[in-house]
Every structure is written in structure tokens, then in C-alpha cells.
């Protein structure tokens, strides 16, 4: 059975920072792309970042470009989100995403974990 | 990377079949058949329905099915049933090798 749980949320002041972590199994995690989504309060899904399954190739909406990492330790079946310069925007539950595609992530999306919540507030 | 396109809401009686059309560019929906959807209930993990315009993964229902014109995806639920009621997003892969999502549809079941 294919499981993923994310941790790493929590409540942080504007222009902190936050890592969350999603770890998988269940599946060979190295060979699929992963993602991040995130749904803030009232709101829809908004793509956030997402990286090859070797995790040589990573990509962002521009909403976060220049402040947010991804990158994934296969040897640990872990995707992690490094988020610097935090904004009010940002406050959001974070769902980390199996890709069915392997390179490139191409939106097929076909396991989900419960999410994250993160708060950005003074 | 603009949001594709979604009808805020849409409803149908039981039996009845609706359609959900998700409108982008010739830079994501248009441009590729990585077109998806997903039915999302609220306070859960959304789901995966079709994929790759219109591809449905094992297990969902053949109810569902996805096609493409152009700039614009439609996907289509026939024999309506009370547990398709729920928030459907669609989703694209866009030129940037982005992901770009739509601003979601609202489903009721009359």
C-alpha cells in the first residue's frame, strides 16, 4: 500500500523559515517524480514545486521561485520542502504528491498524503 | 502560470450526467495531453480520476470519463450518484514544466 505522511508544519513568524518532510513507501520511491500542492484556507489546489525522480531536475511555480527548495533523499524514501522568507500567502495545508510519471512531473498526481499545515503569522 | 479555467459550480439530479470544462492556452491544456482531474472531498486527500486527458486509474468508477478541444478540457459524469458530490480540480502540464491547477468546481448532487 502506497503511504504518505508529511510532517514539519507548524506556526512561523513572516520571513521564517520551515522544512517539511514527507516520507514515502510502498512504492519504489526513486523512480517516480513528487510534488507539492497546497490549499490555503478557503482556497484551491495551487501547484507548488516538484522534482525528477533522480532529484537532478526540480521546479516551482513562480509564487514561490527564489524562496523555496525542494529535494528528495532517495536513500531515505523522503521529499522535503525547505521554505525561507515566509509569507502571510503561504499559510496553507501542504500536501506532498506521487507523480505516475518518472522525469518530469506531469500533473498525474495518483497518491496524496493528508497534508501539512503551516501558519505564517506574527 | 495562470490558473486554468473551472466553472465555479455545477449540479446535477441523480441519473443525470454534467460535464466540468477546465479552459487554459496552447501553453498547458492545449499543448500537451498530461491533462488531470481530481475529486477532492473536504478534509481529505484528493483523488485522482483521470489522467492524461482521459485515462482513468484502476479502480475508478467508468462513470468518469475526459476528452480534450483545443484549449479546453471537459470532464464528464454520467448516472450521477450522491457520492460524486465534491470539489473536482483539473490540472495541466504546462510549457515552464510547471504544473498549473484550475480554480476547482464545486459539485452538487440535487
Known amino acids: 500500500e502506497v503511504q504518505l505522511l508529511e510532517s514539519g508544519g507548524g506556526l512561523v513568524q513572516p520571513g521564517g523559515s520551515l522544512r517539511l518532510s514527507c516520507t514515502a513507501s510502498?512504492?519504489?520511491?526513486?523512480?517516480?517524480?513528487m510534488s507539492w500542492v497546497r490549499q490555503a484556507p478557503g482556497k484551491g489546489l495551487e501547484w507548488v514545486s516538484g522534482i525528477s525522480g533522480s532529484g537532478g531536475s526540480t521546479y516551482y511555480a513562480d509564487s514561490v521561485k527564489g524562496r523555496f527548495t525542494i529535494s528528495r533523499d532517495n536513500s531515505k524514501k523522503t521529499l522535503y520542502l525547505q521554505m525561507d522568507s515566509l509569507r502571510a500567502e503561504d499559510t496553507a495545508l501542504y500536501h506532498c504528491?506521487?507523480?505516475?510519471?518518472?522525469?518530469?512531473?506531469?500533473?498525474?498526481?495518483?497518491?496524496w498524503g493528508q497534508g501539512t499545515l503551516v501558519t505564517v503569522s506574527p | 502560470q495562470s490558473a486554468l479555467t473551472q466553472p465555479a459550480s455545477v449540479s446535477g439530479s441523480p441519473g443525470q450526467s454534467i460535464t466540468i470544462s477546465c479552459t487554459g492556452t496552447s501553453s498547458d491544456v492545449g499543448g500537451y495531453n498530461y491533462v488531470s482531474w481530481f475529486q477532492h472531498h473536504p478534509g481529505k486527500a484528493p483523488k485522482l480520476m483521470i489522467y492524461?486527458?482521459?485515462n482513468r486509474p484502476s479502480g475508478v468508477s467508468n462513470r468518469l470519463s475526459g476528452s480534450k478541444s483545443g484549449n479546453t478540457a471537459s470532464l464528464t459524469i454520467s448516472g450521477l450518484q450522491a457520492e460524486d458530490e465534491a470539489d473536482y480540480y483539473c490540472s495541466s502540464y504546462t510549457s515552464g514544466s510547471t504544473v498549473v491547477f484550475g480554480g476547482g468546481t464545486k459539485l452538487t448532487v440535487l
Open positions: 504528491a506521487k507523480d505516475r510519471a518518472t522525469v518530469t512531473p506531469r500533473s498525474s498526481l495518483d497518491y
Open positions: 510502498g512504492f519504489t520511491f526513486s523512480n517516480y517524480a
Open positions: 492524461d486527458v482521459n
